[in-house]
């Protein structure tokens, strides 16, 4: 099927938005997108997500005879496959530019870096050698196709464990698996393709294009380097003259990404390494995180918490007070009160309170003052526990049956109740104007 | 940098499955038995293996008397006579536009199927030929109705009307094609202050509504009048509430955006996208669709 057109408006934007330094993701131009590798079940099998871009990696050995010009090395053969579930464009068995230059990349940083030790696949020099055959699938097109093959690639061989073999003078012994351990290939170093998109004759650089990104380039550069600094393969496409300074810019680049990515290999190979020792479950079912807010399994993401403070207390300050948070509210509308239910009967409280609070507003200011003061070294635990813990009073109605253990106490509650509540407004007005002098720090 | 925001995770409730309406779809999914019945002509989405009838694809089985077919959920647009479509234009070809409409082929605009301006009714000459570029060039988005279905399915479209024709400002929706209603008509003037395209193939177009309803032009001159900020944030706000109905698979029609667009009132529009905010809307939508039909 066609591959759907990009729209002007769509590139119009995206070139618009590079030259303000913004990308669609939000990332800066030298971040990469997050790096997650999942191993399957089989020793070799490992799926690599770079983003949204997912790379399918698995080796298998086999005994062959052979080549006969080198007859003490083994053979390794590479294998990059699109599928056609990676993007619409993608057809299957059709040989386009896109597969041939990913298969000779490939074939380049693994093949020609020599990261693999081909002398130690050897068993018996010119009969018998193992050939190692790595398949590259595709599982998702979204930009970058390269670097993830590249680490799909890698991973999946530092992951494999070929079966062992031994030989006693003329005899070949190959052990199954639960005779012997299977044996790890000898890798020597880790390459690792980095990319690199460029835009409007070289101004903008990007690292890590998307898919979007990478239908409105220029030009294209490819370099592939392990952890040691070492340049193992280095390719431009697009037909854009790339100055000097351009390219040694993007190899130091290359040096930091490396290394990050390669520590990110370690960690994973390391932590599947642990799980399968203790015996525990691994897999891509294992793997797979939800997606979802309502899951309780979800990725940790990095918080940036360097300004937090400050960022903090500038909320704070702009804020409006918290309104007042009763534990638990009734409210009475002007007029009314309450009988029954359960709660304290306020019907008397009506004369009283209106009472009260006349009272209250002439002796406010003068003893919340005071008051402020001997409450200063009060935590404010202690205030919300006396808020809370306001007693429901049964009701003392006649209408009700109430059995009272010790009725002379009920009235002397009711009146501490009071007197409780004259004081909680009035620890609340203190409070609000204790937050207000906080925030005004 | 912002400051955090922090979303708290809650164990979901099983939702109670709607009123059942009558007449409920047998849904089937690859590789499930539709029927052992040799009887059964076999339509598009089955295949026969071993005597049974066996579904290719997900979705609803149909039957015709003897006709057993399942209708994917998922799918590229299969076009009808009739339907309307809004597409973007690929290719300028002699006498003809392919354009892009999420089916497995390209559509045809020929020329002679597109209004002159003018209104004029004339054999097209070489001028016009030479002149297709300035009407539609590639990357336009039109609004167009499908004339007819070649025999391989590719779809040849017209816009011998008034109301198709060159879109102007606004935003387009990619949703799958079985997400759109078959109504009536699919060019809405919603209250909220915007006017919406659903177009047949899952192309959505919403655009601010014209002020003058009489356009003798046929919509080749785009205009390109700054949008108030209102007008963007009615618009943006519609777009984020069809992006919610169709993760929560809800059919979308005029009713289903307007009901949705008036449940997302109450929040922010970049809140819209949440999850458990576009369930929150959804639902309410669901509910109050369900009263409207009883």
Redesign the interface.
């Known amino acids: ?2 591959a ?2 990009l ?3 769509e590139r119009r934007f995206l070139l618009r938005a590079l030259q303000e330094g913004k990308r669609l993701d939000g990332r800066q131009c030298y971040d990469y997108r997050n790096v997650r590798v999942s191993f399957g079940p089989d020793y070799g099998c490992c799926v690599v997500e770079l983003g949204k871009t997912r790379v399918l990696g698995q080796v298998s050995c086999e005994l062959v005879p052979p080549r006969p010009n080198r007859p003490t090395e083994g053979i390794l053969f590479f294998n990059v496959e699109l599928s056609p579930m990676a993007a619409p464009g993608f057809e299957p068995g059709r040989q386009s530019e896109l597969l041939v230059e990913l298969n000779s990349l490939i074939e380049r940083c693994l093949r020609n870096s020599e990261c693999i030790d081909t002398e130690s696949l050897c068993v018996v020099a010119g009969e018998k050698v193992w050939q190692i055959r790595l398949d590259l699938h595709v599982l998702n097109h979204d930009g970058n196709m390269i670097d993830a093959a590249s680490i799909a690639g890698i991973v999946a061989l530092c992951h494999f464990r070929r079966p062992d073999v031994s030989v006693q003078g003329e005899e070949v012994t190959v052990y199954t698996p639960e005779e012997r351990d299977p044996v790890p290939l000898s890798i020597h170093h880790m390459p690792i393709c980095v990319s690199f998109a460029f835009f409007q004759q070289g101004t903008y650089l990007l690292v890590d294009p998307t898919e979007r990104e990478e239908r409105v380039m220029d030009g294209f550069l490819v370099i592939a380097m392990n952890k040691h600094r070492e340049i193992c393969t280095i390719q431009s496409s697009g037909g854009i003259m790339l100055v000097k300074e351009q390219v040694l810019r993007c190899s130091k680049i290359t040096a930091v990404k490396v290394t990050e990515i390669t520590e990110v290999i370690q960690k994973a190979l390391e932590n599947d390494q642990k799980v399968r020792k203790e015996g525990g479950k691994f897999g891509f079912a294992e793997s797979i995180p939800n997606q ?5 399994k ?1 990725g940790s993401t990095a ?2 918490t360097n300004n ?1 403070e400050e ?2 207390e500038e ?1 704070i300050t702009k804020a409006e007070p918290p309104s007042e948070v009763v534990a638990k509210p009734i409210l009475h509308t002007p007029g009314t009160a309450q009988i029954g239910e359960g709660i304290e009967n306020s019907w008397g409280d009506l004369e009283e309170s209106e009472r009260e609070e006349a009272v209250e507003e002439e002796s406010e200011s003068e003893v919340t003052a005071f008051e402020c003061q001997k409450r200063e070294s009060e935590d404010t635990s202690t205030m919300k526990e006396t808020k809370e813990d306001e007693p429901i009073v049964l009701s003392d109605s006649e209408e009700e049956e109430v059995v009272i253990l010790e009725p002379q106490e009920l009235p002397k509650k009711t009146r501490t109740q009071t007197n409780s509540k004259q004081e909680n407004t009035s620890k609340k007005a203190c409070n609000r104007k204790r937050r207000k002098k906080r925030a005004a720090h | ?1 912002a ?2 925001s922090m ?1 708290l ?4 409730k099983a939702v109670a499955p709607s009123a059942s309406r009558g007449g409920e779809k047998r849904l089937v999914a690859p590789g499930d038995t539709i029927t052992t019945d040799t009887g059964y002509m076999r339509g598009h989405g089955t295949y026969v293996e071993e005597e049974k009838l066996i579904a290719s694809v997900a979705g609803a089985v149909e039957r015709v008397n003897k006709l057993v077919c399942v209708s994917a959920l998922k799918s590229r647009y299969n076009g009808e006579v009739g339907d309307i479509v809004v597409g ?1 234009i ?1 290719e300028v070809q002699q006498k003809r536009w392919k354009v ?1 409409t999420n089916s ?1 082929l ?1 559509s045809v605009l020929l020329l002679s199927s597109m209004n002159l301006p003018g209104g004029e009714l004339r054999r097209r000459s070489a001028e016009d030929e030479l002149a297709m570029r300035d009407y539609l060039q ?2 336009d ?1 039109i609004s167009a109705e499908v004339q007819s279905v070649f025999s391989d399915g590719a779809i040849s479209l017209h816009t011998r009307s008034l109301k198709y024709g060159k879109l102007g400002q606004g935003v387009l929706v990619q949703v799958s094609p079985s997400f759109v209603k078959r109504q009536k008509t699919h060019f809405h003037d919603l209250p909220c202050g915007a006017s919406v395209i659903l177009g047949n193939n899952g192309f959505i177009w919403i655009y601010p509504t014209p002020e003058q309803k009489d356009e003798e032009t046929g919509s080749f001159t785009t205009n390109l009048e700054p949008v108030p900020l209102s007008d963007r944030e009615v618009i943006s706000r519609l777009r984020n509430c069809i992006v919610a109905l169709v993760t929560q698979k809800l059919m979308l029609f005029d009713t289903s955006i307007l009901y949705c667009y008036e449940a997302s009132l109450p929040h922010q529009i970049k809140d819209i996208l ?3 905010v576009m369930e929150e809307i959804v639902m309410e939508t669901r509910q109050r669709l369900l009263d409207l039909e009883a």
């Open positions: 099927m066609k759907t057109p729209s002007n408006c979802k807010i309502t899951s309780f979800m918080v940036d937090v960022q903090a909320i | 940098m400051a955090i979303r995770p809650v164990a979901r973007r690929t892009e497995r390209d590639e990357g988005l949440k999850p458990e």
